[in-house]
């Protein structure tokens, strides 16, 4: 199965950039919707951006939208969330997950299959 790796995370503060970035092992990753979900403490995780197998098609949380860019490079098993104008709600545990049975982008959190252990990212005012 496949595995997946965060990093990237920090401490940065307001209008800075971060590049999160999420490595996979395993099956090839082309087979795989990627998505990136956030969980602030006492909060629930929520849908953050996701990607198509091909890279052809994205889809972002309102929050995020202008924002963020996620990008892949299958020939690297890397898929990417530029941050830039990072704001201080973005404060949270950012995850990377894979899913393997959807053609297009995947927003909901239940139908990815693996996940990674997350990166912290922190943005101060």
């Known amino acids: 199965q496949v595995q997946l790796v965060e990093s990237g995370g920090g401490l940065v503060q307001a209008g800075a950039s971060l590049r999160l970035s999420c490595a996979a092992s395993g099956p090839p990753f082309s087979n795989y919707v990627v998505g990136w979900f956030r969980q602030a403490p006492g909060k629930e995780r929520e849908f953050v951006a996701t990607i198509s197998r091909t890279g052809v098609t994205t889809s972002y949380a309102d929050s995020v939208k202008g924002r963020f860019t996620i990008s892949r490079d299958n020939a690297k098993n890397m898929v990417y969330l530029q941050m830039n104008s990072l704001k201080p709600e973005d404060t949270a545990v950012y995850y990377c997950?894979?899913?393997?049975?959807?053609?297009?982008?995947?927003?909901?959190?239940?139908?990815?299959?693996?996940w990674g252990r997350g990166t912290q990212v922190t943005v101060s005012s």
């Open positions: 997950a894979a899913e393997a049975h959807w053609d297009a982008v995947v927003t909901r959190l239940d139908p990815y299959d693996y």
